[in-house]
């Protein structure tokens, strides 16, 4: 079974922190995810990679970037948190050439 | 970009119900996956159906990409199966990329 880990489930932090979340696969995938999603308003990529230390925009990188220095993780980093990032953040992986994603079960980030 | 619609937005079923979620998009995809979103946040992949017709138990999906909607038909829903319906699409060249709808939210009722 793909297997999807994010570091936390819930985190709360203060406005301006720095704020790292973590995904781990353990499929080999070459893809690799980090979605937002708030109420409303369905998932919205961020940020993918589809290679180590390879990355693309996705539709709202804007106050977020992102690190893949192994091909099992992939780090999103908020480099001064607000407070209109608080939201559910959602990473998934998926093999090269096959489109099925794998999603983790999510962290809910509280930014006060 | 590609814009996916997905209705209804709610449905609210007595258990043994059947029921037809649908997505509509703006523009031809190549990938086109349907995901089922329980109470407690898992998303799970239910299909991977760009075109044609696919069955999972009493999940079953159709993708009419040349009209550009697909179906997602629940035969004789249990409580399990409450939770948000996502369809998700790609069309660009890397179809890696997916745009997801607003989802559907389903609640069943014993």
Redesign the interface.
């Known amino acids: 079974d793909v297997k999807v880990t994010q570091s936390s489930r819930y985190l709360v932090k203060r406005t301006g922190e720095k704020v790292f979340l973590e995904c781990v696969q353990d499929m080999d995938h070459e ?1 690799m ?1 980090w ?1 937002r999603q708030d109420p ?6 961020i940020y ?1 990679s ?1 290679d180590v230390k390879m990355k ?1 925009k ?2 709202i990188p804007e106050g977020y970037s992102v690190s893949r220095e192994k091909k099992e993780r992939f780090s999103l980093i908020l480099e001064s948190a607000s407070t209109n990032q608080t939201s ?1 953040y ?1 990473c ?1 992986s ?1 093999l090269l050439g096959q ?5 983790g ?2 962290t ?1 980030l509280l930014v006060l | 970009g590609i814009q996916v619609e997905q209705s209804p937005p709610d449905l609210i079923l007595q258990e043994g119900a059947n029921s037809t979620l649908r997505c509509n998009f703006s523009d031809s995809v190549n990938n086109l996956q349907w995901f089922h979103q329980n109470p407690w946040g898992q998303l799970i992949n239910l299909f991977y159906i760009p075109s044609g017709t696919k069955q999972n138990g009493r999940l079953s999906a159709t993708t009419v990409a040349t009209e550009r909607y697909s179906l997602l038909y629940i035969s004789s829903s249990q409580t399990t199966d409450s939770g948000v319906y996502f369809c998700a699409v790609g069309n660009q060249g890397g179809s890696e990329k997916l745009v997801f709808g607003k989802g559907t939210k389903l609640t069943v009722n014993p």
């Open positions: 893809n995810f979605y409303g308003l369905g998932l919205r990529l993918f589809y693309e996705g539709d559910m959602l998934a998926s489109e099925t994603q794998y999603f079960p999510g809910r």
